[in-house]
């Protein structure tokens, strides 16, 4: 049975930083790919971003280029998402997806309809 479970959320402080995990099971990481999303009130969820299963290719989107960072640890079977220089438009609740190696780019894997096996969700508030 394929699980993911989300970790790390929580409140942080304009110009802070939060470390979030996504914990799977039920499948070897390593053959996966992977993407982080995210979903404020009242929008849609949007892919942020996103890591390809064996070259490891990344994808970040526009609105967390540069400040976010997504990584991969096989051998412990979890995914991170490093959020450094927060702002409170990074609020949301954040959710790690998962489904079979893609042949497209990465761009292009980073969507929901992509991905078939989700988290729980866990929520980020950044604020003062």
């Known amino acids: 049975q394929v699980q993911l479970v989300e970790s790390g959320g929580g409140l942080g402080q304009p110009g802070g930083s939060l470390r979030l995990s996504c914990a799977v099971s039920g499948f070897t990481l390593a053959y996966y790919d992977i993407g982080w999303f995210r979903q404020a009130p009242g929008k849609e969820r949007e892919g942020i971003s996103c890591?390809?299963?064996?070259?490891?290719?990344?994808y970040y989107a526009d609105s967390v280029e540069g400040r976010f960072t997504i990584s991969r640890d096989n051998a412990n079977n979890t995914v991170y998402l490093q959020m450094n220089s927060l702002k409170p438009e990074d609020t949301a609740v954040y959710y790690c997806?998962?489904?079979?190696?893609?042949?497209?780019?990465?761009?292009?894997?980073?969507?929901?309809?992509?991905?078939?096996?989700w988290g729980q969700g866990t929520q980020v508030t950044v604020s003062s």
């Open positions: 890591i390809r299963s064996g070259d490891g290719s990344t």
């Open positions: 997806a998962a489904d079979g190696p893609s042949i497209t780019t990465v761009p292009n894997m980073c969507v929901m309809a992509y991905f078939g096996s």
